[in-house]
């Protein structure tokens, strides 16, 4: 019952469980980000629809789609990561460092699924010092 084959199987099992809920979350997200970029797309074509009656206006609508336009950019952005996160999964490779090949450490991966670096990369990364790795 305790001997190594049956624990490594029980391992194997837990890797499973555990790479499934990433999955489901990561699938959640990823239906999130859809419904946003799509939104946003929109809102930004009634804000281009609007006729503006004085500067003030105006300058508030084009901040409101520059505002818009960063966000669906960062929904966009995530929606990537988000998506090759769920790419790597199928490879098996999920839960890898795409630059290192080392594991990621598991409370990162709890709190950001879709990470692709580890932590020292990803410091690397933020200093410029590592290429880009898409
Ligand atoms: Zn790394």
Not at 6 to 25: C, G, I, N, P, V
Not at 34 to 44: A, K, S
Not at 59 to 84: G, I, T, W
Request: net charge neutral.
């Amino acid at each position: 019952m305790w001997d190594g084959t049956s624990a490594s199987a029980q391992a194997q099992f837990m890797e499973k469980k555990k790479l499934e809920t990433f999955r489901k979350r990561l699938e959640t997200r990823q239906q999130e980000l859809r419904h946003m970029v799509v939104r946003n797309q929109q809102d930004g074509r009634t804000a281009d629809d609007e006729a503006t009656q004085d500067v003030a206006d105006r300058a508030a609508s084009s901040y409101n789609k520059e505002f818009l336009f960063s966000q669906s950019n960062n929904d966009r952005q995530l929606l990537n990561m988000v998506d090759s996160a769920l790419a790597r999964i199928r490879e098996g490779s999920f839960g890898e460092c795409v630059s290192c090949g080392k594991e990621i450490n598991a409370k990162r991966l709890e709190a950001v699924p879709w990470t692709r670096h580890c932590i020292e990369c990803q410091e690397k990364a933020e200093k410029g010092l590592l290429e880009a790795a898409q």
